[in-house]
């Protein structure tokens, strides 16, 4: 016997859609700044060899915030972890030491 397919609301289609169409555009910026940036050649890629250390910074106040950055010779600190996520320092310690013996770079801490 053939069992009825479930029904979805319209509201879970249209949280479904919304999605979807975020995730569009997020991707289509994404690729429209890269290829702007490598017309103008202001290429935002990195070569292995430019990447100078890991770091941790550690701000303290009401709610400790630790972020991991990826240092590169030329272009500053690029972010790792994002604002919202609160890692304790044993997790962040580990994905620091994690990607600093995969890119054999050292580890500094501010």
Same mark, same amino acid.
């Given at each position: ?66 972020? $991991?950055?990826?240092?590169? +010779?030329? *272009?500053? &600190?690029?972010? @790792? ?5 609160? $890692?304790?320092?044993?997790? +962040?310690? *580990?994905? &620091?030491?994690? @990607? ?11």
């Amino acid at each position: 016997m053939a069992v009825p397919k479930k029904r979805t609301s319209r509201s879970k289609k249209k949280i479904r859609k919304t999605l979807w169409k975020r995730r569009g555009f997020w991707t289509a910026l994404k690729a429209y700044s890269l290829a702007q940036s490598i017309s103008t050649g202001n290429s935002k890629s990195f070569l292995m060899k430019d990447i100078q250390s890991i770091r941790i910074e550690v701000k303290e106040g009401i709610s400790t915030r630790r972020i $991991l950055y990826m240092e590169i +010779i030329g *272009q500053g &600190a690029i972010p @790792l972890t994002r604002i919202d996520e609160n $890692l304790t320092s044993r997790e +962040i310690e *580990q994905k &620091a030491a994690e @990607l600093a013996y995969f890119l054999r770079v050292p580890i500094e801490l501010l």
